[in-house]
């Protein structure tokens, strides 16, 4: 019985358009050269840090209006939005000679992300109460994820023909735009039964807040989701990109080359697409079977597992800095860490809040990711400027082992 509802869920249309929402979303054919590129109009880690750190400022003040707007009144519109700012971004970036552009294309981006944020995981959860699939959550979160990984892989691929292939490196995001476009058309497309809240003639702002704020009084296991998550994703949004300039530190410093008859810079935009590409292929299969994780323990123990693994991935960075197999290896381990977990996250969190204030909710679990930004992003910047890229790793490290007893969740009976 169970199998055949998977498979139900794998052949419905619906559940086919949110994944390909996915895919098309993370087509970023900038993502594995956006550092490099910055850092070869100037910028130093500091001022990328401060960059980072102005886009989650503009999520964390848009952030929890953008939840309230689209669970009060419609999330078609919402995302659409949300999709015009991410293009005005990449037109931003492809102009971005000087710090101060690149603030405005960060801005954009904030917007973006702040407007889309949440508001795509409530339309998924409606849809599976509507077809009475609730039980599948971690399943269908999995599945969507793993293909929206795969488009990052590929994009990773198609990156590297692009930035080979054209006049400036800028010139990558204008290609951005076009999965934007159509992602924006895709999300016109979807029925109107998942567009607005589940009570809307019922609840307004007022209501919305109201329940919010006593769910985080009164629910702890609640706060603790919310609050630790936001650490564990800022300290993992904190460092993704830095494999750039570490692989650039030890292949281009030291004059190694993998590919003959390239120069030095060639051979590195190569590497850093293989490179991404491989770490997001091993993430969406993390993705894509992270449910399968319940059998070993619940989410409770699961969570606090994927803390301390963090933690220690952290601390061998730092050891294996000079190696660059090592640096890949421990990156792709994040970033499984990562990807096995989020599904798993998203079912805990589910299960402990009101249908109604989903996309609030989420949207202030974005919010505490975006506060910790705001502090790591700058914070490791400089401490990689002043003392090098090996500190920022083990100083976040410990600061995860500190505050692991702040957030570790109670063990509940292993779910059958």
Same mark, same amino acid.
């Given at each position: ?248 530190? *030890? *292949? ?165």
């Amino acid at each position: 019985m169970e199998q055949s509802i998977k498979r139900e869920i794998l052949k419905n249309r619906q559940i086919k358009k949110f994944s390909l929402y996915g895919f098309l979303k993370d087509l970023k054919f900038f993502e594995p050269y956006l550092l490099i590129y910055l850092m070869g109009n100037g910028l130093s880690l500091l001022q990328i840090g401060i960059l980072f750190a102005i886009r989650e400022i503009i999520i964390n003040i848009f952030e929890i209006p953008s939840g309230i707007i689209a669970d009060c009144f419609g999330r078609k519109k919402e995302l659409c939005i949300c999709f015009i700012f991410y293009i005005i971004s990449f037109f931003f970036f492809f102009l971005s000679s000087t710090f101060f552009i690149a603030v405005f294309a960060m801005v954009f981006f904030g917007l973006g992300e702040a407007f889309r944020s949440g508001t795509h995981k409530a339309m998924i959860y409606s849809y599976l109460e509507e077809m009475q699939w609730t039980s599948y959550k971690s399943f269908v979160y999995g599945k969507t994820r793993s293909l929206s990984l795969i488009g990052t892989a590929l994009s990773s691929i198609l990156a590297i023909f692009i930035i080979l292939n054209i006049p400036s490196s800028k010139y990558i995001f204008l290609f951005a735009t076009v999965p934007y476009i159509l992602d924006f058309f895709l999300i016109m497309s979807y029925p109107k039964s998942i567009d607005m809240a589940e009570n809307s003639k019922k609840f307004n702002i007022r209501t919305m807040l109201k329940l919010v704020k006593t769910d985080l009084i009164n629910k702890k296991d609640l706060r603790k989701i919310l609050i630790g998550n936001g650490l564990f994703e800022s300290v993992v949004e904190s460092i993704k990109d830095f494999i750039q300039p570490m692989l650039e530190m *030890i *292949i281009v410093g030291a004059g190694l080359v993998f590919f003959v008859n390239i120069t030095p810079d060639k051979n590195l935009k190569i590497i850093l697409g293989v490179v991404y590409a491989v770490i997001n292929i091993f993430s969406s299969f993390a993705s894509r079977n992270a449910y399968r994780l319940k059998r070993i323990g619940n989410a409770s123990f699961l969570m606090n597992g994927f803390y301390i693994s963090l933690s220690v991935s952290l601390l061998l960075l730092g050891l294996l800095f000079n190696n660059s197999i090592g640096i890949c290896v421990i990156f792709l381990l994040i970033y499984l860490i990562e990807n096995f977990r989020q599904p798993i996250f998203m079912e805990e969190i589910d299960s402990n809040m009101h249908k109604n204030e989903r996309a609030t909710m989420l949207s202030i679990a974005e919010q505490l990711k975006s506060l910790f930004i705001i502090i790591l992003a700058p914070t490791a910047g400089w401490i990689a400027d002043t003392y090098g890229m090996r500190q920022v790793m083990i100083a976040l490290a410990i600061m995860l082992i500190v505050t692991f007893p702040l957030f570790m969740l109670k063990q509940k009976p292993k779910e059958e």
